[in-house]
């Protein structure tokens, strides 16, 4: 969905539970031009429930390239 103001897209995340042990789960990204630095993120956690998060964009943009963040949030590009 694209509007003036927010952009949303939905795609799948490997989440690491536990050393090299990964879940596949839908995430929901929003932009909204209200907060120009910040990217939310909500994930499907139950048949009818999600969890959302906001993270600064240079994570998510950093995390392309390198390993970046710090404790849960971590983020890198699988190639």
């Given amino acids: ?3 003036s103001s927010s952009i949303t897209d939905t795609t799948i995340f ?3 539970l536990s050393g090299e042990t990964a879940m596949p789960i839908e ?3 929003q932009y909204n031009s209200d907060d ?3 990217v939310q993120l909500s994930f499907q956690i139950g048949r009818n429930e999600r969890v959302s998060w906001t993270v600064a ?4 943009s950093a995390g392309l390239h390198t390993p970046s963040g710090q404790r849960e949030v971590r983020g890198t590009a699988r190639r």
């Fill in 1 to 3: 969905m694209i509007d």
């Fill in 36 to 38: 120009p630095w910040a």
């Fill in 57 to 60: 964009r240079a994570l998510l």
């Fill in 27 to 29: 995430v929901e990204f």
């Fill in 14 to 16: 490997e989440v690491m």
